[in-house]
Antibody
Framework: EVHLVESGGDLMQPGGALRLSCAASGFTVNSNYMAWVRQAPGKGLEWISTVYNDGSTYYADSVKGRFSISRDNSINTLFLQMAGLRAEDTAIYYC???????????????WGRGTLVTVSS | SYALTQPPSVSVFPGQTASITCSGQKLGERFASWYQQRPGQSPVLVLYQDNKRPSGITERFSGSNSANTATLTISGAQVLDEADYYCQTWDTTTAALVFGGGTRLTVL
C-alpha cells in the first residue's frame, strides 16, 4: 500500500528556517513527480513546489527564493527546506504525489496527512 | 498568472443533485481535477482529466468542462458528501499547479 508521511512541522519565529520531510512507502519518490501543497488555517489549498522525476524544480512566487524542494533517494524521502519564514507561511504542509497523465493532464493522486508549521513571535 | 474561481458555498437537500462550478479563462482547453476535503482530513482526488473517477470513488460523482467552466456534479447528495471541494488545473506557461478557492458543500 502506498503512503506519504510528513514530519518536521514546528512553532517558528519569523525569519527562521525549518526542514520538512515526507517519507514515502509503496513507491519510489525519484521515479515520480512530487509536490508540496499548503493550507493556511481556514483557507484553501495553495501549491508551493514541484520536483519532476528528472530533477527539475518549480516554485510558487510566494516562496521562490526562500524554499527549496529536494529528495533523498536512499531513504525514499522528499524534503522542503524553508528559510526566511513569515507569519503568512503558517499552514498545514501536505506532501503529494503528482501524476502527469499527458502533456496537459496533471493531478494529485496521493496526499499525506500534513504537518503544521506555525510562524509567530 | 492563471486563476480559478469557485463559489464559496453550495447547499442542497439530501437526494438532490449538487453542482459546483469552477471558472477560468478558456478552462475548457485545459484539464480539470477535483478534490474533496472533509473537516480535519487531507484532500482526496475525486475526479481527474475533467470526468474520470479514480478507483473507489462513487459513480455519483461526475464532471464536465467546456468554454470557461468546469463542473463537478454530485447526484443523490448525501450527508457524507458534506465537505470542501477544490478544482485544480495546470498552468502551461509557468508549470504551476493552480487551485480554485474551494466550495463548501452543505447537505441540509
Amino acid at each position: 500500500e502506498v503512503h506519504l508521511v510528513e514530519s518536521g512541522g514546528d512553532l517558528m519565529q519569523p525569519g527562521g528556517a525549518l526542514r520538512l520531510s515526507c517519507a514515502a512507502s509503496g513507491f519510489t519518490v525519484n521515479s515520480n513527480y512530487m509536490a508540496w501543497v499548503r493550507q493556511a488555517p481556514g483557507k484553501g489549498l495553495e501549491w508551493i513546489s514541484t520536483v519532476y522525476n528528472d530533477g527539475s524544480t518549480y516554485y510558487a512566487d510566494s516562496v521562490k527564493g526562500r524554499f527549496s524542494i529536494s529528495r533523498d533517494n536512499s531513504i525514499n524521502t522528499l524534503f522542503l527546506q524553508m528559510a526566511g519564514l513569515r507569519a503568512e507561511d503558517t499552514a498545514i504542509y501536505y506532501c503529494a504525489r503528482l501524476i502527469r497523465g499527458g502533456s496537459n493532464i496533471w493531478y494529485f493522486d496521493l496526499w499525506g496527512r500534513g504537518t503544521l508549521v506555525t510562524v509567530s513571535s | 498568472s492563471y486563476a480559478l474561481t469557485q463559489p464559496p458555498s453550495v447547499s442542497v437537500f439530501p437526494g438532490q443533485t449538487a453542482s459546483i462550478t469552477c471558472s477560468g479563462q478558456k478552462l475548457g482547453e485545459r484539464f480539470a481535477s477535483w478534490y474533496q476535503q472533509r473537516p480535519g482530513q487531507s484532500p482526496v482526488l475525486v475526479l481527474y482529466q475533467d470526468n474520470k473517477r479514480p478507483s473507489g470513488i462513487t459513480e455519483r460523482f461526475s464532471g464536465s468542462n467546456s468554454a470557461n467552466t468546469a463542473t463537478l456534479t454530485i447526484s443523490g447528495a448525501q450527508v457524507l458528501d458534506e465537505a470542501d471541494y477544490y478544482c485544480q488545473t495546470w498552468d502551461t506557461t509557468t508549470a504551476a499547479l493552480v487551485f480554485g478557492g474551494g466550495t463548501r458543500l452543505t447537505v441540509l
